[in-house]
């Protein structure tokens, strides 16, 4: 094999990688809203994370993937990371919302209940506000929303699917 071949290779490979972009368009100089990831940890092995993974088609960042890095080499158990937040401009988007299951390790993950649904829904967020990326993981659905912080109300549809009860 000729010596620029396995470089060439690899640079053709990472080629395919998608890259994440913020929230916020570069050129956007405007008021913008808060909206926060939430993690919930259910056990040292178990955590539950609803995120927002896309905005108006660029993809985000996530809290799932920073705890991924984070917990590598970790064996079988799993320790919540800082959730992430996105600043969003004050104008309608279309936004990728995700409620997953994560667990420590793979091997746990092919033996217990799991769940992960994503989908993009509606929201306009409003000056002087925060919000929260929010969600319910439970036997019958798994589901995500955005919901005003100050009243803990839903102010995007729900992302619903199959729950963890098989």
Known sequence: MKPFALPLLGGLLLAGCAS??????????????????????????LLHIFEMTG???????????????ANQGRGLSI???????NELPLRPARVRLQ?????AAPILAMTRPTCRVQGDV?????????????GRVAPDACEAWIEDLGTHQAVTAKVSGKGTGG
Request: proline share 8%.
């Open 20 to 45: 994440f972009e913020p929230a916020t368009p570069a050129d956007y100089t405007g008021p913008t809203a808060n909206v926060a990831d939430q993690t919930v940890v259910v056990s040292g092995q």
């Open 55 to 69: 905005v108006d088609g660029r993809r985000l960042s996530s809290t799932s993937m920073a705890t991924v890095g």
């Open 99 to 103: 409620a997953a299951t994560q667990y």
């Open 122 to 134: 509606d929201f306009t967020p409003e000056a002087g506000k925060a919000y929260r990326v929010t």
């Open 79 to 85: 320790t919540a990371v800082p959730t992430l937040t």
